[in-house]
């Protein structure tokens, strides 16, 4: 359990240091949005999602680690490894914004 513990805290805050360089050094807080209505987790879903990783990958990666510094390494690993799929994603819906408006620009000339 304490292993755990130890990678979902390790894990959080690698994704908080990399919401950090994500929004220029910037924690954004949670908030209400109105459009979709619900709510923004901001750094929260940051520190949730490296978290997350990192407990699965030391779950099934090495279920009984015997050196803490392993442990902290694939926790690191982990929680980068999850923000670098979210930003791939977010890459991905912004392209697909541009080449909408693109094909807009198209139809107007």
Same mark, same amino acid.
Request: proline share 4%; glycine share 10%; with cysteine.
């Given at each position: ?27 954004? #807080? ?5 459009? @979709?209505?619900?709510?923004? =987790?901001?750094? !929260?879903?940051?520190?949730? $999602?490296? +978290?997350?990783?990192?407990? #699965? ?5 090495? @279920?009984?680690?015997?050196? =803490?510094?392993? !442990?902290?390494?694939?926790? $690191?690993? +982990? ?31």
């Amino acid at each position: 359990m304490n292993t755990l513990i130890i990678a979902g805290c390790i894990g959080g805050i690698t994704g908080i240091v990399s919401h950090l360089m994500r929004n220029g050094k910037v924690l954004i #807080f949670p908030k209400k949005r109105a459009r @979709p209505k619900g709510i923004y =987790l901001g750094f !929260l879903a940051d520190f949730l $999602i490296g +978290a997350a990783a990192s407990v #699965f990958a030391v779950t099934y990666i090495i @279920p009984e680690p015997e050196v =803490l510094r392993t !442990l902290i390494g694939i926790s $690191i690993l +982990a929680g980068m490894t999850a923000e670098n799929v979210l930003l791939k994603r977010e890459l991905n819906i912004e392209k697909a914004k541009v080449e909408g408006l693109d094909r807009i620009n198209k139809r107007f000339k």
